[in-house]
RNA sequence: GCCCGGGUGGCGGAAUUGGUAGACGCGCUGGACUCAAAAUCCAGUGAUAGCAAUAUCGUGCGGGUUCGAUUCCCGCCCCGGGUACCA
């Protein structure tokens, strides 16, 4: 048979369509299996090769699954909000709708020509009002919740108590009590600006360098604004101790670890010289407190003005304002030289009633702890590196010993080297004031401080987390629209879940107010609305971003269709938690933090059954591709790169050029276009290329001459058997037999640890065994094309049917795979002296270690390796090894 | 700086409860087929020496443990990703 792949593809994509091949029924009877693709945008660029990836390692799965009798839930959607609609819209005055349509089909038919196995009656949009009326419904409920520190979950504001003493105040206190406790809220925050996207950006979207993610530029700075934020803070702790339990790469768990940032410490209160007030601050070494020489506050911090001394106001009013206009940038990186002034004032150290100065300076954040430390120059490096530029004293107080050389002991003990590690602490005891340090270390000193303080009442352990609040809106069209109305007394409601979905109104321009306002606050009729009793309000302008539609799009891949709730609780609690989630590195951190926030919210109210959503993670690599550069480093695009023998020369110029693994990119022209390659390979091809070229999680080079080496493989299955005459065996052979089973079990070993690359090896393996012996059986080559389809399913169709079987492939049983066919009569062993390989001896199975012993040193072989020697000593691994130790 | 990955033929990569390094594929070389070429099929292919049998070397570098190390331990080098004063 002619591998003809257009035909075969065509084929079985419209037998697969029209006989609705991979959809999912909600079958309760069945062991369930939801495997889910992280959704992508629907660019204008359309599908890249690195989608098709993970699609084709979660298809294989999914179809493998199948025949193993699981019920498979295999969807797919679009998280079509975004950027780049809007921007376009902007550009043009295309509705942004239009555009996510049109981009949306694109894709649609991009992966329906690899044969990927969803159920599309299953599809889903963000962007759809059936759709995103759900994520104004669960906004409406994180509006609705508070968060019960007592028992360590998210309940209904209904069951919110009220103090009487709040309640006595009046309504406006208890709204604000309220306020105080919700999930979501409206606020007054410090928020990043990008001037030139006209818009409110993330923390997380400003990069270090100072310059926004989604535009490049470095036109950000902060401002204060009024804001949608959710208070994830409070579900720390939970997503912490949620990451013990779930399969997922370490690294990515790390890093959420690290996100979500706990550290244990204490607080201490500091007395303030001639000041009734007290300086709180947050310290992770309540230990160090002895050696703490001076304090630091934030510019931002609300004692600043009350502890500032008039000699100091002049002074420290300007290093204010001055450090409110840097960034973060100046503020951490370039700020080598740490600034700070004096505020004139001292704290009195409460383990030793020393007078300290109190300083300001900008290395002190206000979002983090009290705004407040405690600085141990010593035995901290901001502090020392500090001290050293304010000449302020450095008081040891830890002893290094032996941990360090003498040369930087002596230094640490003199005050001129900071001393981060353990040692044994030395000055740290007031006999007056009952502690008592010295000669102990590190855990011991932070237990006692601890405790002393807590009983001193002068301060008690405290837990703190670097996450911060989610600045959850923006002011942007193409997203979802709060359901929201701001009432003119200054009261917000909500909408009922009645008058969901609130659908985007329609504009004349897409361009965001020159002072960052949405594009939404043009809306005209829109925008206002007037209750019962007359009363004006204002909808909300800003609307969600786009984590919010991927947060939960999991949960509507259940029960897409449904109208009257998100899904049915019975069929969440079938489906749920999803077994296996494939995406891409980059949502590590933001993505899985935010939708297993919702996750665990939605959990505490009762609406879904599992603590976690996702209960295996697995990280695709990236695909790269070659590119060219000379030798000076500059790019050359791939069309001015010609080969010669291995080398590469510039087209024009003619100088020799140096190949380098880069990501595709238009400038560099080595951007790989599916549709090109299935329409010089077939989809089958692209699906076991992109498999085969290297582990899953690791990041690999495309290259063209792989594809044909696959290609091959599927030509040389098609050529093999789709010749009638190859298939006439009656009476399988032995050594087909054996090699079939090892096929068997390898492929199905592999898929279950994801690793294809090796499995299709394996079947390339079996087929040069077929071309060696020219016949099998018909039942051998049934079972091999059950072996193939998970992986190319057109062709294995294709096959199948040609040999007489009726209907799909993917619905039979997965074949039994039968250990008896694999026992070997022989072993050859590998014979060493002294640990060096000399000669291969077969012996049969199942001889004692002596008799393999005496069987080796008899050996012909062996007698010229003993020659003049003395056997010391045998090592035999049965089955393995035999090493002889010769003196 | 810190954290996490990773260094194996000309190339992508296999193989690690320590047990025959280089599976499979690409490329390359030779042969068959052909008037010829392409395609295909068959064979070979880590390096060095040798006609060959074979020998020596060989998994980033230097040590160590072991009968035996790509695998374990110690100390380095290089590459990739993440991160940034979190007290």
């Known amino acids: 048979m002619e591998y003809n792949f257009r035909a075969i593809e065509a084929k079985w994509q419209q037998y697969w369509a029209d006989n609705k091949s991979f959809k999912t029924v909600d079958d309760f009877s069945k062991p369930k299996f939801y495997c889910l693709d992280m959704f992508p945008y629907p660019s204008g660029a359309g599908l890249h090769v690195g989608h098709p990836e993970g699609y084709t390692a979660t298809d294989i799965i999914c179809r493998y699954k199948r025949s193993k009798g699981f019920n498979v839930l295999h969807p797919m959607g679009w998280d079509a909000f975004g950027l780049p609609a809007e921007q376009y819209a902007i550009q043009t005055g295309t509705h942004p709708a239009t555009t996510t349509q049109r981009n949306c089909d694109n894709f649609r038919r991009q992966i329906q020509s690899l044969g990927l196995s969803y159920d599309w009656d299953r599809e889903i949009n963000t962007t759809d009002p059936d759709y995103f009326k759900w994520t104004q419904w669960i906004f409406t409920k994180l509006y609705g919740t508070w968060f019960d520190a007592a028992l360590g979950k998210g309940r209904p504001i209904s069951e919110l108590t009220i103090p009487e003493e709040i309640k006595s105040v009046g309504l406006a206190a208890v709204r604000n009590f309220v306020d105080q406790k919700r999930l979501a809220y409206y606020g007054e925050a410090q928020v990043w600006y990008c001037r030139n996207c006209k818009t409110v950006c993330a923390n997380e979207e400003v990069l270090n360098d100072g310059s926004h993610e989604k535009c490049g530029t470095k036109e950000v700075e902060r401002r204060f604004l009024k804001q949608w934020m959710l208070r994830i803070p409070h579900y720390a702790e939970r997503l912490l101790e949620g990451l013990d339990g779930l399969d997922w790469p370490e690294g990515v768990k790390e890093m959420q670890r690290n996100w979500i940032g706990r550290s ?95 300083w300001v300076a900008d290395y002190v954040l206000m979002g983090y702890g009290t705004g407040a430390i405690m600085a141990v120059p010593a035995h901290d490096e901001r502090d020392f590196e500090f001290a050293k530029t304010y000449d302020l004293p450095v008081v040891c107080i830890l002893d290094p010993q032996e941990r360090t050389t003498p040369e930087n002991r002596s230094k640490v003990l003199a005050g001129d080297a900071c001393w981060s590690e353990d040692g044994v602490y030395i000055n740290s005891a007031n006999p007056e004031m009952g502690i008592q340090l010295n000669g102990l270390t590190k855990e011991e000193g932070i237990k006692q401080v601890t405790e002393w303080l807590e009983k001193a ?61 949405s594009p939404l606050s043009n809306a005209g009729e829109w925008l206002t609305v007037t209750d019962k009793q007359g009363r004006k309000g204002r909808r909300e302008t800003n609307t969600m971003p786009q ?158 001459n792989g594809v044909k080496g696959v290609y091959n493989f599927l030509r040389r299955v098609a050529t093999f058997f789709g010749e009638p005459g190859n298939l006439t065996l009656t009476e399988e052979s032995k050594e087909t037999l054996k090699a079939l089973h090892q096929t068997l079990k390898k492929v199905g070993e592999d898929i279950e640890e994801m690793k294809f690359n090796t499995a299709i090896s394996q079947m390339m393996m079996f087929t040069n065994h077929c071309y060696k012996v020219g016949k099998v ?68 199975v199942g001889l004692s270690v002596a008799e393999i012993e005496s069987s080796v040193l008899e050996s012909d072989l062996a007698k010229k390796w003993l020659e003049g020697l003395s056997v010391a000593k045998m090592i035999v691994v049965p089955g393995k090894i035999v090493n002889v130790v010769v003196k």
């Not at 062993?829 to 060096?836: I, M």
């Open 777 to 844: 059986t018909p039942e051998t080559a049934n079972t091999f094309y059950q072996v193939l389809a998970p992986f190319a399913p057109h062709l294995a169709e294709e096959l199948w049917s040609l040999n007489g079987n009726q209907g799909s492939i993917g619905i039979c049983p997965w074949p039994q795979f039968v250990p008896a066919y694999l026992t070997e009569e022989v072993v050859e062993y590998p014979v060493s002296f002294n640990g060096k390989v000399r000669f291969k001896l077969e012996l049969p």
């Open 264 to 358: 244990t410490g204490a607080e201490v209160d500091f007395k303030l010289a001639g000041l009734d007030k007290q300086l709180r601050v947050y310290t992770t070494r309540p230990d160090t407190l002895f050696g703490a020489t001076y304090m630091v506050i934030a510019p931002e911090h609300e004692l600043v003005a009350a502890i500032t001394t008039d000699d100091q106001k002049k002074a420290v009013e300007q290093y204010i304002t001055h450090a409110a206009l840097k960034s973060d940038l100046d503020r951490t990186d370039l700020a080598k030289v740490k600034s700070g002034v004096f505020t004139g004032r001292y704290a009195i150290n409460p383990l030793n009633g020393k007078e300290i100065p109190v």
């Open 457 to 517: 009442g002068l301060g008690k352990a405290t837990v703190n987390y670097k996450l911060r609040d989610w600045l959850f809106s923006r002011q942007r069209y193409w997203g979802e629209p709060f359901p929201v109305i701001h009432w003119e007394d200054g009261e917000i409601s909500l909408l009922d879940e009645m008058e969901l979905p609130l659908r985007l109104p329609e504009v004349e321009k897409y361009q965001p107010g020159e002072t960052g306002e």
């Open 547 to 704: 984590w919010a539609g991927s947060c939960w799009y999991y949960l509507r891949f259940i029960d897409p269709r449904n109208e009257n709730e998100p899904f049915a609780k019975a069929k969440e609690n079938y489906w749920m938690p999803v077994d296996l989630y494939v995406g891409g590195a980059e949502h590590a951190v933001l993505h899985l933090l935010y939708s297993r926030f919702w996750h665990k919210v939605l959990f505490d109210l009762g609406i879904v059954s599992t603590n976690e959503p996702f209960q295996k993670l697995f990280n695709q690599g990236m695909i790269l591709a070659f590119a060219y550069e000379t030798a000076s480093g500059s790019k050359v695009p791939s069309d001015q790169v010609h080969e010669k023998e291995g080398k590469y020369y510039h087209l024009e110029t003619g100088e020799e050029l140096h190949q380098i693994v880069a990501k595709m990119s238009k400038s560099l022209k080595n951007v790989v276009n599916p549709d090109d390659v299935v329409e010089k390979f077939g989809a089958d091809s692209l699906r076991l290329y992109e498999m085969f070229i290297g582990p899953l999680d690791a990041t690999k080079p495309w290259t063209e």
